[in-house]
């Protein structure tokens, strides 16, 4: 006898803080950093379970949540990070058996766990032209070809060019 396999659907929602709204790091924020913030904090699991600073959500999950290319996704996380609203506190990896991990990331406007009061709002320390520093992703090989080069490569020497006559050429 099969059973009837209902569909759980659980109602998820974050909330949007109006002066968090109001602050010129908002507004300075492109529209799909905007659009994104909200699917970032729908990874944080509440105050009793409380997982800021190991929030991950990958370029390619955000690009599906919001409908746009990962390539838009991607800046809308690097936007985010220069203007304060998100932390990154673990870089992204590739592990042993080739399962990938996204970078962690702090809602500076949320509690870390273990700690008092509220979160860091770094984007109320935000200014015209002062972002803060986004972390990029390291190389794969550091010793190799993606950074310091350990091999000689052959340099490109540019010299006056012979030109090469045949006798047929040179006949006419």
């Known amino acids: ?60 999950q955000a690009a599906l949540c919001m ?14 990070q220069r203007k304060g609203f998100l932390y990154q506190t673990e870089a992204a990896c590739l592990g042993v058996e080739g399962a990938a991990k996204s970078p962690a990331y702090e809602v500076t406007e949320l509690k870390m766990p273990g700690t008092t009061g509220d979160g860091r709002k770094l984007y109320r320390q935000w200014r015209h032209g002062q972002d803060f520093p986004v972390q990029g992703p390291s190389a794969n090989n550091p010793q190799g070809a993606n950074g310091r080069r350990t091999k000689p490569r052959h340099e490109n020497r540019d010299g006056p060019v012979m030109k090469i006559v045949t006798k047929k050429a040179a006949l006419s």
């Open 1 to 60: 006898m099969a059973r009837d396999k209902k569909k759980s659907h659980v109602e998820q929602w974050t909330k949007s803080i109006r002066p968090t709204m109001e602050e010129p790091a908002w507004r300075a924020l492109s529209t799909s950093a905007q659009a994104l913030y909200p699917w970032v904090k729908f990874e944080w699991h509440g105050v009793d379970h409380n997982n800021n600073g190991k929030l991950r959500l990958s370029v390619r």
């Open 67 to 80: 409908g746009v290319v990962p390539d838009t996704a991607a800046e809308a996380f690097r936007d985010l």
